[in-house]
Antibody, heavy 123, light 110 residues
Framework: QLQLQESGPGLVKPSETLSLTCTVSGGSISDSSFYWGWIRQPPGKGLEWIGNIYYSGSTYYIPSLKSRVTISVDTSKNQFSLRLSSVTAADTAVYYC???????????????WGRGTLVTVSS | QSVLTQPPSASGTPGQRVTISCSGSSSNIGSNIVNWYQQLPGTAPKLLIYSNNQRPSGVPDRFSGSKSGTSASLAISGLQSEDEAGYYC???????????FGGGTKLTVL
C-alpha cells in the first residue's frame, strides 16, 4: 500500500533554510486523484498546515508562511519537498508529509500521513 | 490561539459516550466542511471523520461527526482504552485562505 516517508536534517541553524523531502512508495505521485501536503506540529502543541502541491506543480501555502515557503514536486523521483527559509526557534516542530484527495479547496483533508520527522532549529 | 476552539481535555470511562466540540465562525465551519483527526501518543495523526460525518474505511462506527452552524462535534460511543488520544478538528477558512486546525483535545479514558 502507499506509504510516505519524510527525510532531511534534524538540526538546522537559525536564519538558514530547512529542507525536507517526502518519498512516496507503493504508488505514483503523478496520480491526478491526489494532492500532497506538509503539516507541522511544534513539541507539545497542535497541528499547523503549511501548504499543498498537485503533481502538476500547482501550490497553495498558508499565508503566514508564504514568504518563506516553497513546496516542489519531482515526479521522476516520486518525491515532493519542502523548503522553509530564514528559520527561527519557532519553526522547531515535527514535520509531516501527507496525501489528500484532489477535491475543491474547501473540501481538502489528509487521508494518509507520513510518520513525521523532528526538525530542531538551534545554533 | 487557534481559530477553531476545542476544549483542551475530555475524559470518560470505558463504555461511556463522550463528545468533543469544535467552535468556529462563518468563514470556516459555517461555510465549509469539517474533518477530524485522531493522534495516538507518539504517532502521526490519522483521518477519523471527513466531510462532517463520513468515516474512512476501517474507522469503527463508534466514531461519528456532526455539524450545526458554526460548530462541529465528534462523538465517541462505547469508549475504549485505545481511544485515549488527541483529537483535532480542521476546516478551510475563507478569510485566512487556508486549512486551519483546532488546538486539539486530549481524551483520557479513566
Amino acid at each position: 500500500q502507499l506509504q510516505l516517508q519524510e527525510s532531511g536534517p534534524g538540526l538546522v541553524k537559525p536564519s538558514e533554510t530547512l529542507s525536507l523531502t517526502c518519498t512516496v512508495s507503493g504508488g505514483s505521485i503523478s496520480d491526478s486523484s491526489f494532492y500532497w501536503g506538509w503539516i507541522r506540529q511544534p513539541p507539545g502543541k497542535g497541528l499547523e498546515w503549511i501548504g499543498n502541491i498537485y503533481y502538476s506543480g500547482s501550490t497553495y501555502y498558508i499565508p503566514s508562511l508564504k514568504s518563506r515557503v516553497t513546496i516542489s514536486v519531482d515526479t521522476s523521483k516520486n518525491q515532493f519537498s519542502l523548503r522553509l527559509s530564514s528559520v527561527t526557534a519557532a519553526d522547531t516542530a515535527v514535520y509531516y508529509c501527507a496525501r489528500g484527495p484532489a477535491v475543491y479547496l474547501s473540501y481538502w483533508y489528509f487521508d494518509l500521513w507520513g510518520r513525521g520527522t523532528l526538525v530542531t532549529v538551534s545554533s | 490561539q487557534s481559530v477553531l476552539t476545542q476544549p483542551p481535555s475530555a475524559s470518560g470511562t470505558p463504555g461511556q459516550r463522550v463528545t468533543i466540540s469544535c467552535s468556529g465562525s462563518s468563514s470556516n465551519i459555517g461555510s465549509n466542511i469539517v474533518n477530524w483527526y485522531q493522534q495516538l501518543p507518539g504517532t502521526a495523526p490519522k483521518l477519523l471523520i471527513y466531510s462532517n460525518n463520513q468515516r474512512p474505511s476501517g474507522v469503527p462506527d463508534r466514531f461519528s461527526g456532526s455539524k450545526s452552524g458554526t460548530s462541529a462535534s465528534l462523538a465517541i460511543s462505547g469508549l475504549q482504552s485505545e481511544d485515549e488520544a488527541g483529537y483535532y478538528c480542521a476546516a478551510w477558512d475563507d478569510s485566512l485562505n487556508g486549512v486551519i486546525f483546532g488546538g486539539g483535545t486530549k481524551l483520557t479514558v479513566l
